[in-house]
């Protein structure tokens, strides 16, 4: 079984910002679609953006549309979530996922969790005043 290895959080004021990154040792991400999704207690996993192979493709979740930044670095095997102008509400465990069923996101569609076979353990972010 692949773990994918996240990174990155931690605790910061509101406006701040955060580059969470994933990394899967063992495993080439190159060829698949990768999400980040993120969770608070009680509450169900959302999908909060995805990159398709060859970053032709990129989804955002409403909530983050103009503060974060998907990218992927082949050459480190790495997929990276920039976190700008941070708010409250951004507070959660992040996860980041393979997708093996399709190597691109659909922009208009949030990723489909059960696509997704490989996942991370999760990073906490947290956003406080």
């Known amino acids: 079984q692949v773990q994918l290895v996240e990174s990155g959080g931690g605790l910061v004021q509101p406006g701040g910002s955060l580059r969470l990154s994933c990394a899967a040792p063992?495993?080439?991400?190159?060829?698949?679609?990768i999400g980040w999704f993120r969770q608070t207690p009680g509450k169900e996993r959302e999908g909060v953006s995805c990159v398709s192979y060859g970053v032709s493709d990129t989804y955002y979740a409403d909530s983050v549309k103009g503060r974060f930044t998907i990218s992927r670095d082949n050459a480190k095997n790495t997929v990276y979530l920039q976190m700008d102008s941070l708010k409250p509400e951004d507070t959660a465990v992040y996860y980041c996922?393979?997708?093996?069923?399709?190597?691109?996101?659909?922009?208009?569609?949030?990723?489909?969790?059960?696509?997704?076979?490989?996942w991370g353990q999760g990073t906490q972010v947290t956003v406080f005043s």
């Open positions: 063992g495993f080439t991400l190159d060829y698949y679609a």
């Open positions: 996922a393979a997708n093996l069923m399709r190597s691109r996101c659909i922009p208009q569609a949030a990723p489909i969790q059960h696509e997704f076979s490989y």
